[in-house]
């Protein structure tokens, strides 16, 4: 079901697909790149969806959109570096890049 918790999330996990299981506490749309703040337990991740990678890969774009407050979802993907840090969470050195999005309820 899942890999990882997703407040334990950290830098050692750059590079490395992970599978996660939590609600959506929020999502942000920003036109072309939605941020979802995925929680549980242990604590919250973000989730980057990014629109078709050059190489013409459906991006994750298009299931983000759709996702509302407090939805079920199972995510995998891949950790990488955040560009904005957020000092404020446990996981803010870090972001997951969506490549499946699942809602689960």
């Not at 697909?17 to 549980?40: E, K, P, S, Y």
């Not at 407090?70 to 997951?96: A, F, M």
Request: charged share 20%; net charge negative.
């Amino acid at each position: 079901m899942r890999t990882h918790f997703c407040g334990l999330i950290d830098q050692t996990l750059i590079g490395q697909t992970v599978t996660l299981c939590g609600w959506a506490d929020v999502a942000r749309n920003m036109g072309q790149i939605v941020f979802i703040d995925l929680r549980d337990h242990e604590g919250i991740v973000q989730i980057v969806a990014e629109p078709a990678d050059s190489e013409g890969n459906p991006g994750m774009l298009a299931a983000a959109v759709a996702v509302g407050y407090e939805d079920c979802l199972r995510i995998t993907g891949t950790v990488r570096r955040r560009q904005s840090v957020n000092d404020k969470i446990r996981t803010g050195q870090v972001e997951v890049v969506a490549e499946t999005i699942e809602l689960l309820n």
